[in-house]
């Protein structure tokens, strides 16, 4: 289950702003364009009022080892406070900075993906799930892709999927696809955010691919108890897509195409 403290937002809708005065836990909850459910505005904004000079570090609870800032408070009658305009070019210049090491981590992932042999004449296809760049170590610039996005294998073969984030390779034979959060309501208070254990687990229910089954690698990464990678053999010819289901929303995807050995 999420935590609440972490899930929710500590201000509820229609509430007044609140007041940081350098005490005190304020949070935004989780941050997403998609709404938590139908009927309910999403929740992709958080503001918060500081009425005390200081400096006041913060960070992602999701993220916590990659993504942190700082807010400076100076006294009201300060003259030297940037503006939103130099408050944006900063802004811009550090997506710019990012978005060069995002590019280069989807080279060097594209660079990693190969094949080897394997017994029996068969081969073994190496697919990166996802990808953050490897020589500045900077866990901010995450490709949130499958690398490559597309392979192709003969029948007989297998495909490994590694990951060092938060990924998952789904196969899901219906629709929609599974949620990865599951609110349970209560008779007070918020609900119960309970992880789905058909998106986070694993799921293997025969030795090769069945396209009319659900086949899952799930959750792999270094949050996970059930390692970094992840293998699946396929034998009948066709093009089969899957899905990683943390992020379907930012649209990681990928396909196997299998073509007769």
Same mark, same amino acid.
């Given at each position: 289950?999420?935590?609440?403290?972490?899930?929710?937002?500590?201000?509820?809708?229609?509430?007044?702003?609140? #007041?940081?005065?350098?005490? @005190?836990?304020?949070?935004?909850?989780?941050?997403?364009?998609?709404?938590?459910?139908?009927?309910?505005?999403?929740?992709?904004?958080?503001?918060?009022?500081?009425?005390?000079?200081?400096?006041?570090?913060?960070?992602?609870?999701? $993220?916590?080892?990659?993504?942190? %800032?700082?807010?400076?408070?100076?006294?009201?009658?300060? #003259?030297?406070?940037?503006?939103?305009?130099?408050?944006? =070019?900063?802004?811009?210049?550090?997506?710019?900075?990012?978005?060069? !090491?995002?590019?280069?981590?989807?080279?060097?992932?594209?660079?990693?993906?190969?094949?080897?042999?394997?017994? %029996? %004449?068969?081969?073994?296809?190496? +697919?990166?799930?996802?990808?953050?760049?490897?020589?500045?170590?900077? @866990?901010? =610039?995450? +490709?949130?892709?499958?690398?490559?996005?597309?392979?192709?294998?003969?029948?007989?073969?297998?495909?490994?999927?590694?990951?060092?984030?938060?990924?998952?390779?789904?196969?899901?034979? #219906?629709?929609?696809?599974?949620?990865?959060?599951?609110? +349970?309501?209560?008779? $007070?208070?918020?609900?119960? !955010?309970?992880?789905?254990?058909?998106? $986070?687990?694993? $799921?293997?229910?025969?030795?090769?691919?069945?396209?009319?089954?659900?086949?899952?690698?799930?959750?792999?990464?270094?949050?996970?108890?059930?390692?970094?990678?992840?293998?699946?053999?396929?034998?009948?010819? @066709?093009?089969?897509?899957?899905?990683?289901?943390?992020?379907?929303?930012?649209?990681?995807?990928? #396909?196997?195409?299998?073509?007769?050995?």
């Amino acid at each position: 289950m999420l935590n609440p403290q972490v899930a929710f937002p500590t201000r509820h809708p229609g509430e007044p702003v609140e #007041t940081y005065s350098g005490t @005190g836990y304020f949070n935004s909850g989780l941050l997403s364009k998609m709404p938590p459910e139908p009927g309910v505005p999403p929740n992709d904004t958080f503001s918060l009022t500081f009425d005390t000079p200081g400096t006041f570090p913060y960070l992602s609870l999701v $993220a916590a080892d990659r993504m942190i %800032g700082t807010v400076e408070v100076v006294p009201a009658d300060a #003259t030297d406070v940037p503006d939103q305009a130099a408050i944006d =070019a900063r802004a811009s210049a550090e997506s710019v900075a990012l978005l060069g !090491l995002v590019q280069a981590a989807r080279g060097q992932g594209q660079a990693l993906a190969r094949t080897e042999p394997g017994p %029996g %004449g068969a081969s073994f296809s190496f +697919v990166r799930a996802g990808n953050s760049e490897f020589i500045s170590g900077d @866990g901010r =610039a995450q +490709v949130i892709e499958f690398l490559p996005r597309d392979v192709t294998v003969k029948a007989g073969d297998t495909v490994v999927w590694g990951s060092t984030f938060f990924h998952t390779a789904s196969f899901v034979p #219906t629709t929609p696809l599974p949620e990865f959060v599951v609110p +349970v309501p209560q008779d $007070a208070g918020p609900p119960l !955010l309970t992880i789905n254990p058909q998106a $986070a687990n694993p $799921a293997k229910p025969a030795p090769v691919f069945d396209s009319t089954r659900l086949f899952s690698s799930g959750v792999l990464g270094p949050f996970s108890p059930f390692g970094f990678s992840w293998a699946l053999t396929f034998d009948r010819p @066709g093009t089969f897509e899957y899905v990683c289901l943390v992020h379907a929303e930012l649209g990681m995807k990928g #396909t196997v195409t299998v073509v007769p050995r």
